[in-house]
């Protein structure tokens, strides 16, 4: 039933989208353009880019929602993979010469198998793995388990999943023994010993280390060894790993280090645990761990890691990059404080790069090339899914299913920056709905929709009020995250534009508050009946 209130604020959304007030020009400035601009680069579309163009850099170095970083070095060539949770086509491989300006090369994993965890990216014998860890969703063939893909040339193609049988371990990272022998450890920290293809494993997993211990005043989510990664250094076996829980307080995740003479143990704690860590809740970067550590190109140590951007949960845990060194007694401290700060690039790096490097992508999308995967993924999507998707001379045609955003699977992509705006020309079959949403996840996002009578608001993962629509099957949408505070922009001609009936503060829409790892990203849904069609979809950063 339709309250008396909710019947007022319906009328109201009507007469505020039709009522006075003149257009807003489509190049008029956002009210909030004239902050100040940070320190950061500028790359594609205004968004921010790592590289200041004068020998260093200022992190993070893969910003949004770049989780778990697994880095390869591969002789001068450095690739990486992220978590990926619900998006699928998911694991994209990004490519770098110089550790700091990175691009996305390919999606790996295109089959749905569970919400997609701390992954592994490892290179044995001339052959690419990748070990991916999931938790069993909706979707019918997702599982909780680790699995394997492969490949012989980083590009694909990948083979499909198998199924490691590892039910009770997330976080695989990939050793080689002293024998030659192939092991995975794991979140515990316990290992698994690999057969001689990578392909399946040999026995039972089996506790090999107790790691160190923070003292218990300490402001942690929980204790929770996990990422392990082992690297072998000047005789010894170092043993990376996080402890103190990813997320909840800023000052929990860290890292910690232990080495050995074998890949047997025993294990013994770095004299200066932790390696990383918040310990001020003002410090730009909060949550820092999940470390590795890769040489770079002139043979200095870096390491990259994960952290919350200070204000920033909605945006996920982003990429970062610190100088390691090797101490005189053999182990490697981990510099580059709270990360504030702009860094030396790794050495040599100018010879591979330079201020005009690229670095990421641009996220407008005039449809004419395919970047399904790279760029844009379903949420969640049953085996089918890709079905619904169709490019055709600039086009994007997407059949409409479920009836709104909380059954469906929109499209969605990572987003970098704190301060943006999307835009897109949509237009609707009879009995479809379509629009633009900021999206976590099927019960939390907010935004807007329409079908040829109506508009339809979202907010908290619910639908609210539905004024009607002046405008009928064809419309221009834009939605600005200014910052958490969204509002909403609609045009009959891409020209003259009208603020939209109700605005959004999303500053809450994060992993502490609804759980997932996930992060807040644009997306594209239709629902319904038939088909809805994009065109000239743009994005554009604002610092």
Known sequence: MVSRRDAMRTAGFGTLLLGAGAPSSAAAAPPCAKTAVPPWGTGFEGQRKPDLGNGTFLNPIVAGDRPDPSILKDGDDYYMTFSTFDAYPGLVIWHSKD??????????????????????????KGRYYLYIPTKKTAVPGSKTTSWVIWADRIEGPWSEPIDLDLPRHIDPGHAVGEDGSRW??????????????????????????????????????????????????????????????TSGPPTGHMVIAARSKSINGPWVHHPRNPLVRTVDVAEKWWSRGHATLVQGPAGDWWSVYHGYENGFWTLGRQCLLAPVTWSADGWPDFGGGDLSQPIRKPAAAAVTASANAVHGMALSDDFSTDKYGVQWNFFNPAPDEARRLARRDGVLHLKAAGKQPSDSSPLVFVVPDQDYEVECEIEVDPG?????????????????????????????????????????????????????????????????????????????????????????????????????RFRNFRYRAFG
Request: aromatic share 12%; hydrophobic share 35%; charged share 25%.
């Open 432 to 532: 479809t709905r379509a629009g633009l949403l900021v999206f976590y996840d099927h019960k939390l996002y907010c935004g807007i929709g329409f079908d040829d009578r109506n508009l339809v608001l979202h907010r908290y993962g619910t639908e609210h009020g539905q004024p009607a629509n002046p405008y009928g099957k064809r419309m221009f949408l834009r939605l600005r995250n200014r910052r958490h505070v969204v509002s909403i922009h609609l045009s009959g001609d891409g020209k003259n534009w009208v603020r939209g009936p109700r605005g959004y503060e999303v500053s809450g829409y994060h992993h502490n508050v609804r759980g997932g790892f996930m992060s807040l990203k644009p997306a594209l849904y239709a629902t319904g009946d038939g088909e809805a």
């Open 184 to 245: 995975l450890f794991l979140s515990g920290v316990d290992r698994v010993r690999l057969a001689d293809d990578g392909l399946s494993t040999v026995g039972k997993p089996e506790k090999v280390y107790e790691p160190w211990r923070y003292p218990d005043d300490w402001e942690v989510e929980a204790f929770s060894p996990e990422g392990p990664k082992v690297l072998r250094h000047d005789g010894y076996y170092y043993l990376i790993l996080a402890v103190g829980g």
């Open 99 to 124: 550790l700091v300006n990175w691009r996305p090369v390919t999606a790996t994993l295109h089959r749905n198998i569970g919400s997609v965890w701390a992954p592994e990216l490892c290179r044995h």
